[in-house]
């Protein structure tokens, strides 16, 4: 099943039947919303407002974990990430779509992993974006003539404020080349729940650095992100029988990301985070 996270207009997506609201059951608390499931051209995909139906969750109180967790239960097997980003670069312009395929988290106040005392894992972050995915969207976007660019690096910080004039030139001169708020943990979270994860960086402004572009407003990064949803909702409509009929899909190395991840001995694992991670490490759990 494929998973899109993002704000509520993707939603809205021509062709989209037998839609409902499921309520998000996880061991991780409440997640954003309930998640919409339908079908689109025959096939499962599922939908969560990241920041809940109305735009009412900030960043920070995200619970990415509940988000992550209720997904693999649901049955989601690839997420597809929507997400506003500011510009670094002169060459990504508002309205372009950015396939990026690294991250820097500047975050500071979020659960970072499913796992903890009791059952510890360390999984590997080096690639953290899913290649195929990121193959399917790109090719997705280059048939619908989406202005699109493959590869990049996302800094994410930890909001809700705006990037400092300082921090933005920083960022630059560390090679990134958007900037968001949403992205991390998710990406972190799935790759423990062997979810494979791309993301849509939708440019909507040039963050506070260039010098011919007014400071950041949200009234400006919403009139682009009004502009950029029929694009959104195109490409989502575009890849998702490219991703859902990917016969390659489930020999992908994001489905065994936790292989050979988990340290603590089966003899010291805490009961109670083995009932907790039953849905994201339950494959590996009872066979280690």
């Known amino acids: 099943m494929l998973g899109i996270i993002g704000g509520s207009g993707v939603y809205n997506i021509e062709g989209l039947e037998n839609t409902r609201w499921v309520k998000a059951e996880s061991s991780f608390g409440e997640a954003s919303d ?3 499931v339908g079908e689109l051209a025959g096939q499962p995909i599922a939908f969560l407002p990241r920041h809940g139906r109305g735009h009412r969750i900030p960043p920070s109180e995200i619970n990415f974990r509940a988000n992550i967790d209720a997904l693999k239960r649901l049955g989601v097997t690839d997420i597809i990430s929507v997400s506003a980003v500011g510009s670094l670069r002169e060459h990504l312009t508002p309205g372009m779509f950015v396939i990026v395929d690294q991250f820097i988290d500047r975050t ?3 659960e970072k992993s499913f796992f903890g005392s009791g059952l510890v894992a360390h999984v590997s972050m080096a690639h953290p974006v899913c ?11 280059q048939q619908m003539d989406i202005p699109v660019v493959r590869g990049g690096t996302y800094l994410v910080m930890e909001g809700s404020q705006f990037s400092s004039l300082a921090e933005s030139e920083l960022y630059r001169l560390w090679g990134c080349d958007v900037i968001g708020m949403t992205n991390m943990p998710e990406a ?3 790759r423990e729940a062997e979810i494979c994860y791309a993301t849509v960086a939708m440019v909507t402004d040039y963050d506070c650095w260039h010098p011919n572009h007014d400071n950041v407003t949200v009234q400006a990064i919403v009139k682009v992100l009004l502009e950029n949803a029929d694009r959104a909702r195109a490409l989502v409509k575009g890849v998702a029988p490219r991703v859902l009929g990917d016969e390659e899909g489930g020999a992908c190395g994001c489905r065994s990301a936790l292989q050979h991840a988990i340290l603590t001995a089966p003899e010291a694992r805490d009961p109670a985070m083995l009932e907790k991670l039953s849905a994201i490490a339950g494959r590996m759990l009872k066979t280690t």
């Not at 195929?132 to 090719?139: I, N, V």
């Open 188 to 190: 972190k979270l799935a």
């Open 34 to 36: 309930e998640i919409m």
């Open 131 to 141: 290649s195929r995915l990121g193959g399917h969207l790109h090719a997705a976007a």
């Open 108 to 110: 500071f106040a979020r």
